[in-house]
């Protein structure tokens, strides 16, 4: 059983950072490892992927400013958020699956079948 608990959420003014961290059990090193996030009134969106093989996928709104990394001696995923805009406010969730599809695909909610609880994140202007 994949079990997924993410921590590191909190509030920043625009332009600051916050670092994520999604602890992860029950999973392979081989799954598809995700971050999502949903504001009030919006679907969840995918922010950012990690493939089994280090290939890292993007949404546009967040390239040059996210990054995902995952230490496996830690079992943890992370995302750092840097340059931090009002717009980035939502839960975020960590996710997984066995298989995600690459680039634009490993994006996609429909893939992910385990998803942790999330953790808030709010940016004031």
């Known amino acids: 059983q994949v079990q997924l608990a993410e921590s590191g959420g909190g509030s920043v003014q625009a332009g600051g950072s916050l670092r994520l961290s999604c602890a992860a059990s029950?999973?392979?090193?081989?799954?598809?490892m995700g971050w999502f996030r949903q504001a009030p009134g919006k679907e969840r969106e995918g922010v950012a992927a990690l493939l089994s093989y280090s290939e890292t996928s993007y949404a546009d709104s967040v390239k040059g400013r996210f990054t995902i990394s995952q230490d496996n001696a830690k079992n943890t995923l992370y995302l750092q958020m840097n340059s931090l805009k009002p717009e980035d406010t939502a839960m975020y969730y960590c996710?997984?699956?066995?298989?995600?599809?690459?680039?634009?695909?490993?994006?996609?909610?429909?893939?992910?079948?385990?998803w942790g609880q999330g953790t808030q994140v709010t940016v004031s202007s």
């Open positions: 029950g999973y392979s090193y081989s799954y598809c």
């Open positions: 996710a997984a699956t066995a298989y995600c599809g690459t680039g634009y695909y490993s994006l996609l909610r429909r893939w992910y079948n385990y």
